[in-house]
């Protein structure tokens, strides 16, 4: 008699009458591992959102016990979840069914048997590859697992003295065994894709009580369990699938570098730093405070980036042959700024050099509402971080601003001091008075300037020209010409020069 011929017409049918008992102990794991990774998820909530892993699996399923093994087959499924980079949950679904013949180390009558398992398995899996952070997505994935589960299983077996086949006799069973059991594995899975991959594991479940050494049907005496537990062993290939929406998920945690997202951080920032400072046109005034970021070549502007027309005539400087000719009512210029119906032939008459010279004196006028003077290039002054030194680059920028002073008289101006966002307000607020202290004591000591005409003011971090906290364009002392209603602030509280200001 073949083994085959005792064992698919008593156990398949035994098989279809047990299944809605084997769903019944098998749902309860996949619920437990549901609950543990939306736990771990509520405590968790920075750890990025990623896909599931459903994965089919077949392969060899054999037994060491008593008695020695022959090949056996089985297959399965088994869902996952990363928990973070290196920990995940899984769920291990497998049926198959195992064979053993021969004489074991431990029992002499020569033994045949076909056992029929099922078994449901929750699995810690640690992924031994992310403890490396070299790379931003892992091509290979290598991790051990452990945990636990229950089986279903049941065993026939004949066993004879002697002879190349048994007596011809109905087999011995061992029917439907629950057992519990403990699992332990390892394995390797290569990545096909965002989406997929393949994996080669080994795993073994070793059960637990009397029942579970019941696997290969061996029990020396009643009652006496045979000194080699039975070990359930599964060597299979897996294919693997991603399962989410990949616009909004990541690819499963154990596959990425936990490091990734902080340098694509560091990434962007460096890519929006050199952003900020990019001079598109040329012009020397950067794109994030150019008002005319495509002003043409040659052209000459402002501080703000925009084209200047001294002369108001419509035509940019650049291009103006008389710059700063103002045309008169009722003259008009050609393209090149050149007047070409002049009010008064034969060039101009000392009385148009008058009218313009008296132009030019109003407009440099500080007491008319100080609009003219506003136009003026007033630099603005930036200082070392937490410093109110004047760096003997900006000098020459004072030395100027004292000569246009000296040249008109009557002329104040408001001297305003700022600082980054890197400190206290209370903190910021001295040191951006003693920046514009600073520099009206320079324009005093060493230019002569009275000090009734300057106007010291500070705001500390406020009215900040860029976003960036400790940027040194912040750090800085403006000008600006001086209306009727300005008037000087008091000192900040406890401020002091020198060390510990």
């Given at each position: 008699m073949r083994k085959t011929d005792f064992f698919f017409p008593t156990v398949i049918p035994t098989i279809m009458t047990k299944k809605f008992t084997f769903t019944a102990v098998l749902l309860p794991l996949l619920c437990l591992g549901?609950?543990?990774?939306?736990?771990?998820?509520?405590?968790?909530?920075?750890?990025?959102?990623?896909?599931?892993?459903?994965?089919?699996?077949?392969?060899?399923?054999?037994?060491?016990?008593?008695?020695?093994?022959?090949?056996?087959?089985?297959?399965?499924?088994?869902?996952?979840?990363?928990?973070?980079?290196?920990?995940?949950?899984?769920?291990?679904?497998?049926?198959?069914?195992?064979?053993?013949?021969?004489?074991?180390?431990?029992?002499?009558?020569?033994?045949?048997?076909d056992n029929v398992w099922f078994s449901g398995t929750g699995l810690a899996v640690i992924s031994l590859s992310n403890l490396r952070w070299d790379k931003s997505v892992r091509k290979t994935n290598l991790f051990v697992m452990a945990g636990g589960g229950i089986n279903y299983f049941r065993t026939e077996y004949m066993e004879w003295d002697g002879g190349s086949e048994p007596e011809p006799r109905m087999p011995s069973i061992r029917d439907w065994q629950f057992s519990p059991h403990a699992a332990i594995g390892a394995g390797l899975s290569f990545r096909m894709g965002p989406k997929a991959n393949i994996g080669i594991e080994h795993s073994a479940m070793m059960g637990f009580g009397r029942r579970a050494d019941y696997v290969d049907g061996v029990e020396l005496e009643a009652g006496i369990r045979s000194p080699f537990r039975d070990i359930i062993h599964y060597t299979s290939l897996r294919l693997n699938f991603n399962i989410g929406n990949s616009s909004t998920l990541s690819e499963p945690l154990y596959w990425l570098?936990?490091?990734?997202?902080?340098?694509?951080?560091?990434?962007?920032?460096?890519?929006?730093?050199?952003?900020?400072?990019?001079?598109?046109?040329?012009?020397?005034?950067?794109?994030?405070?150019?008002?005319?970021?495509?002003?043409?070549?040659?052209?000459?502007?402002?501080?703000?980036?925009?084209?200047l027309d001294s002369d108001r005539d419509g035509i940019p400087d650049h291009v103006d042959k008389e710059p700063y000719y103002t045309p008169r009512q009722g003259e008009t210029v050609n393209s090149e700024g050149v007047v070409i119906n002049p009010v008064a032939a034969g060039g101009v008459t000392e009385s148009r050099v008058k009218e313009l010279i008296d132009q030019a004196l109003q407009s440099y006028n500080p007491s008319a509402s100080g609009a003219a003077v506003a136009?003026?290039?007033?630099?603005?002054?930036?200082?070392?971080?937490?410093?109110?030194?004047?760096?003997?680059?900006?000098?020459?920028?004072?030395?100027?601003?004292?000569?246009?002073?000296?040249?008109n008289p009557k002329l104040r101006l408001v001297v305003t001091g700022f600082t980054d966002q890197t400190s206290t307000e209370e903190h910021n607020l001295r040191l951006s008075y003693l920046r514009a202290k600073e520099v009206v004591d320079h324009l005093v000591n060493n230019h002569a300037i009275a000090r009734g005409r300057l106007i010291i003011q500070y705001k500390g971090m406020e009215d900040a020209l860029v976003p960036a906290a400790s940027s040194y364009l912040n750090r800085r002392v403006e000008f600006r010409s001086a209306q009727a209603d300005d008037v000087e602030m008091d000192p900040p509280a406890n401020v002091k020069t020198g060390d510990g200001y």
């Open positions: 549901l609950h543990a990774q939306e736990s771990t998820k509520a405590t968790n909530s920075a750890t990025p959102k990623n896909m599931w892993e459903i994965g089919l699996h077949g392969g060899h399923l054999f037994v060491s016990g008593d008695v020695p093994y022959k090949p056996g087959f089985g297959g399965g499924f088994h869902i996952r979840k990363a928990t973070d980079y290196v920990f995940s949950l899984r769920a291990d679904f497998l049926g198959g069914v195992a064979h053993g013949e021969g004489v074991g180390p431990s029992y002499d009558p020569d033994r045949r048997f570098n936990p490091l990734d997202m902080v340098l694509n951080d560091i990434s962007n920032i460096k890519s929006q730093q050199e952003a900020f400072l990019q001079d598109s046109d040329g012009d020397g005034v950067v794109d994030a405070l150019d008002e005319e970021p495509d002003t043409p070549v040659n052209a000459v502007v402002d501080t703000k980036g925009r084209v136009e003026w290039f007033l630099p603005m002054l930036h200082f070392a971080n937490d410093s109110y030194t004047i760096k003997f680059s900006d000098y020459g920028n004072l030395a100027g601003i004292a000569r246009m002073m000296k040249s």
